[in-house]
């Protein structure tokens, strides 16, 4: 008893398989939903030039041709015309709201849908303009070729097991007489539907065709897919390689990060004096020291950063205030700004105060990244603007300073990777260039924009500033 039970289960497996007819591959695969949902959008866009082609094929030749059609035959012919034109209008309506998920009717169900439609008024065409004398039948060729590249094999053969079953019973049934045979004037000179060995010629021919153009697509397509889903595997390895260096990374990077952060705390113990006064030549000297342990600080949490960005693909939507957000970063840079003597201002000239949705921790690291910058490339005696605005359907934030630019030829590479343009270089030859592409990889991530602009409007000729603006939408589609 339990053999037969075990059989049932496999069966039942095999059927639900080819129900689904999703590959196990692709159901988390992006591409793979998006080429399919093309190729139904170019189906439907061709099947209103087959009903064009169709009704002028049909006026052509009736008024040129001299082929004659009887009443039935126009009268079916046009019904068939514009039932194809109206579920074709349906059809591409539909299509919008579909979803690329393995358990609901998802593409691949469409494309089956489409050609099923498609042969179903090919066999009413057919049956009503001579049946195997028409040439119309050739057109089930075209769509075994589209069904073998879009469907899984076992699919695309039962289709075109079905089609050719269907095409040698109606055949059969207008040589017996069953179903009435119309003959169309002037297309061939005698009836051929009473023809054994046209009959046996044309099947036989009809058949093979419609079997190797299915199996031709299929293995084209397999192929394709077969080679698609070994770079998806291969994406996956480098993908979980490259996490695995970033996670090296970060233990390293934080290792070196301690050591550092306790000589700058020491440091400041001694620059506020808590361990007694000192020469004034040394404090020049610890200053300068405490200035680029900072800077290694800086440089640390650059990478830190970016690892994180790399690492985890968590994106938390949440409501972020800009004001508060860009307040608790000003209070931060703070002290930075006022050691180089620099006056750090934020500016709320918004009409309309609405949150933004993103992630509050990525915006953070963006915004703050960008004024610690405007700080380490400014002047003494300088000012650091933060500007918030707003339009329509965005929030702007405007970071501009009056420190030393950015050449015209390095504005464009200032958000590469490991990039630094060529004066940030002798003012600091520290420095990552790792933080402005962190910048615009997380404004991206929530749907804005990041621009730079230099000189800015607060430069002069000899320090010319930069402005560095962020519209980011109220709402993340």
């Not at 690492?311 to 000003?330: A, G």
Request: with cysteine; hydrophobic share 45%.
């Amino acid at each position: 008893m339990r053999q037969p039970r075990v059989n049932y289960y496999v069966t039942v497996l095999i059927i639900t398989d080819m129900i689904t007819l999703v590959p196990q591959w692709a159901h988390q695969y992006t591409e793979f939903w998006e080429s399919i949902r093309r190729r139904n959008l170019w189906f439907i866009q061709l099947r209103y030039g087959a009903f064009v082609m169709l009704s002028g094929l049909i006026l052509f030749s009736y008024l040129l041709l001299d082929v004659q059609y009887t009443n039935t035959q126009v009268i079916a012919c046009f019904l068939i015309s514009i039932s194809i034109f109206t579920y074709n209008f349906i059809l591409q309506y539909v299509r919008r709201y579909l979803k690329c998920e393995p358990g609901t009717f998802n593409p691949l169900y469409f494309s089956l849908l489409q050609i099923t439609l498609d042969i179903i008024a090919l066999f009413l065409l057919l049956h009503f303009t001579g049946g195997i004398e028409s040439p119309l039948y050739m057109l089930f060729v075209f769509h075994m070729i589209i069904g073998g590249l879009i469907l899984p094999g076992t699919v695309v053969y039962s289709l075109a097991a079905v089609v050719f079953a269907v095409f040698c019973a109606m055949t059969l049934m207008e040589y017996f007489g069953v179903i009435p045979h119309h003959h169309i004037t002037g297309l061939v000179e005698f009836e051929l539907s009473h023809s054994r060995y046209y009959i046996g010629l044309i099947t036989v021919t009809f058949g093979f065709t419609i079997f190797i153009s299915a199996y031709v697509a299929n293995r084209i397509a397999r192929r394709l897919y077969d080679r698609e889903r070994a770079l998806l595997e291969s994406l996956e390895k480098i993908n979980a390689a490259e996490k695995e260096k970033q996670k090296y990374i970060m233990g390293i990077v934080h290792e070196l990060k301690t050591p550092l952060s306790a000589v700058s705390s020491y440091l400041d113990l001694v620059l506020q004096k808590f361990l007694g006064p000192i020469n004034k030549n040394v404090e020049a000297k610890l200053i300068r020291a405490k200035y680029r342990t900072d800077e290694g600080l800086d440089m640390i949490n650059d990478v830190l950063n970016v690892s994180k960005l790399k690492l985890y693909d968590r994106f938390d939507v949440e409501e972020v205030n800009l004001e508060e957000l860009v307040c608790s970063i000003i209070n931060r840079r703070k002290v930075t700004a006022e050691s180089q003597l620099i006056s750090l201002l934020l500016e709320d000239k918004r009409t309309d105060k609405k949150n933004v949705k993103g992630d509050k921790f990525l915006l953070n690291i963006a915004i703050s990244n960008l004024v610690g910058n405007a700080i380490k490339y400014g002047i003494e005696n300088g000012k650091v603007i933060v500007t918030l605005m707003n339009d329509s359907s965005n929030q702007i934030i405007k970071v501009c300073d009056d420190g030393i630019g950015i050449p015209a030829k390095d504005q464009e590479k200032v958000f590469d990777e490991f990039y630094r343009s060529s004066n940030a270089k002798k003012i600091s030859a520290d420095g990552s260039g790792l933080g402005l592409p962190a910048v615009k990889q997380i404004i991206e991530r929530h749907k804005g924009t990041v621009q730079v602009e230099s000189p800015s409007s607060m430069g002069n000729k000899n320090n010319p500033g930069s402005c560095f603006t962020v519209i980011l939408p109220c709402k993340i589609n």
